[in-house]
T-cell receptor, first 111, second 114 residues
Framework: GESVGLHLPTLSVQEGDNSIINCAYSNSASDYFIWYKQESGKGPQFIIDIRSNMDKRQGQRVTVLLNKTVKHLSLQIAATQPGDSAVYFCAESGGSYIPTFGRGTSLIVHP | DSGVTQTPKHLITATGQRVTLRCSPRSGDLSVYWYQQSLDQGLQFLIQYYNGEERAKGNILERFSAQQFPDLHSELNLSSLELGDSALYFC?????????????FGNGTRLTVT
């Protein structure tokens, strides 16, 4: 499949485990954060978002945690499935209103 | 399916040539963003349009230009192509154009410059 980065951090998990993907952001003015999933050969797909007035948001099998003190964002995936294998990007936007993407983390789920 | 359509899916061309990439945004979205994704640079913002007007510019080369038409589709023009321009080019659309709502991405155009 396509690679989106030569030196992406990689997280390998077993099917059924919980996965945690981390992201550090740099702009203190950022007030909106999004997680995207990119599968091979496709564009990034929106998973979940969170605004800076929240520190936790849950979706279906996914939870995003925001720690503004240390400028850290995490994506938790419960009961990880082989179909979750992809590259995951966090994105932040704030003063410039243009979403800035992190470098991505490759999640590999072993059956 | 994000609702964003990009054509063509693949382009192979020679150095010095010019190409045009096309994007149709999701129905109802007024804002279009263009991003470049290469192996060593991740997703890099190029340019944003909102309702036909340029709203923001990123690290877009002078050899590159874009526009958004009255029907809201957008085109990215790449000229005097160099080997280093080989990359995936993504278009994304959003409703607000203010960075406070999710972007919806097309599946990209893979450009190969030989």
């Amino acid at each position: 499949g396509e690679s989106v980065g030569l030196h992406l951090p990689t997280l390998s998990v077993q099917e059924g485990d919980n996965s945690i993907i981390n992201c550090a952001y740099s702009n203190s003015a950022s007030d909106y954060f999004i997680w995207y999933k990119q599968e091979s050969g496709k564009g990034p797909q929106f998973i979940i978002d969170i605004r800076s007035n929240m520190d936790k948001r849950q979706g279906q099998r996914v939870t995003v945690l925001l720690n503004k003190t240390v400028k850290h964002l995490s994506l938790q995936i419960a009961a990880t499935q082989p179909g979750d294998s992809a590259v995951y990007f966090c994105a932040e936007s704030g003063g410039s209103y243009i979403p800035t993407f992190g470098r991505g983390t490759s999640l590999i789920v072993h059956p | 399916d994000s609702g964003v359509t990009q054509t063509p899916k693949h382009l192979i061309t020679a150095t010095g040539q010019r190409v045009t990439l096309r994007c149709s945004p999701r129905s109802g979205d007024l804002s279009v963003y263009w991003y470049q994704q290469s192996l060593d640079q991740g997703l890099q913002f190029l340019i944003q349009y909102y309702n036909g007007e340029e709203r923001a510019k990123g690290n877009i080369l002078e050899r590159f230009s874009a526009q958004q038409f009255p029907d809201l589709h957008s085109e990215l023009n790449l000229s005097s192509l160099e080997l280093g321009d080989s990359a995936l080019y993504f278009c994304a659309s959003s409703a607000s154009g203010q960075g406070n709502s999710p972007l919806h991405f097309g599946n990209g155009t893979r450009l190969t410059v030989t």
